[in-house]
């Protein structure tokens, strides 16, 4: 049944009806910032409602956009990756116009929207009629549909590691270089464990001390969430656990360390 695809847009307009009341007292938001957090607006559909109704200087990335400006500015890289499609919405915001702003902007977005729709297609493209021939990347290279670049998305994966946080009272840390592939590669960091009873394997031998669990940390790589473990060992002296070195804190603020574990020894 069609109108079932209807329910979660008809619920969001109802929530964000009474968002308005409650938090807006009745008068309907006119700044992307503040649309932004009603039910069921996106960043791109506030940003065209700020800009089409109101005038505001702020870009929008929906999917034609994207499309016309890939192509005007040659932007090849990957918008399956967040970095670079945060990098376009910064270029798209650096090309707004400047002067006679409130008036300009809708007729700016409105005509993104269309040559994204009209013109600038996702195949065979009418280029010769686009008024931005001119200086258009794509088109001069003479092959548009090569942009945008949007490969598959990988899905995203998650893995659970456990470090072993060891100190001494002078504050020194054990440290392990990390093998020259994988993950922090060549790197020193904490001894890292695939699991709670592979660190407490490796540390019982060598020490009674408690081991004291500390607050997980995530870590969010390209393709994969790391949930790192911390596990705290309090030592009294230089004690030797093996492979790796005992470094104080001069030492540690010179070498190349992994950033979650710098942020967690440093
Ligand atoms: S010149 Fe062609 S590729 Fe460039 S924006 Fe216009 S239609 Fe798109």
Request: aromatic content about 8%; glycine content about 6%; some cysteine.
């Amino acid at each position: 049944m069609e109108w079932l695809g209807l329910l979660q847009p008809s619920r969001n307009l109802h929530r964000a009806a009474q968002d308005v009341m409650a938090l807006h007292r009745g008068k309907f938001p006119r700044d992307a910032l503040t649309l932004k957090t009603l039910p069921g607006i996106g960043r791109s559909t506030a940003a065209a409602v700020a800009s089409l109704c109101f005038g505001e200087p702020i870009a929008i990335l929906d999917a034609n956009v994207k499309r016309v400006l890939t192509r005007y500015l040659g932007f090849g890289q990957d918008l399956a990756v967040a970095k670079n499609e945060k990098l376009l919405w910064e270029k798209a915001q650096t090309l707004l116009p400047t002067q006679h702003v409130t008036q300009a902007m809708p007729h700016y977005t409105q005509g993104m929207m269309d040559l994204g729709a009209t013109l600038c297609t996702p195949k065979n493209p009418q280029c010769l009629q686009c008024p931005v021939k001119e200086n258009c990347k794509a088109a001069k290279e003479g092959k548009p549909e090569n942009y945008p670049v949007k490969t598959k998305k990988l899905k995203r994966t998650s893995e659970q590691l456990w470090l072993l946080y060891a100190k001494t009272k002078n504050g020194e840390v054990w440290m392990v270089q990390r093998p020259q592939s994988g993950i922090w590669a060549g790197l020193y960091c904490l001894p890292v464990f695939e699991s709670y009873e592979a660190l407490q394997a490796f540390v019982k031998p060598k020490s009674k001390l408690d081991l004291q669990d500390m607050p997980v940390v995530k870590h969010v790589l390209t393709h994969k969430d790391l949930y790192l473990h911390p596990v705290a060992l309090h030592l009294n002296n230089h004690k030797s656990l093996g492979q790796g070195h005992w470094f104080d804190q001069q030492t540690i603020a010179g070498i190349g360390l992994p950033a979650p574990i710098r942020k967690l020894v440093a």
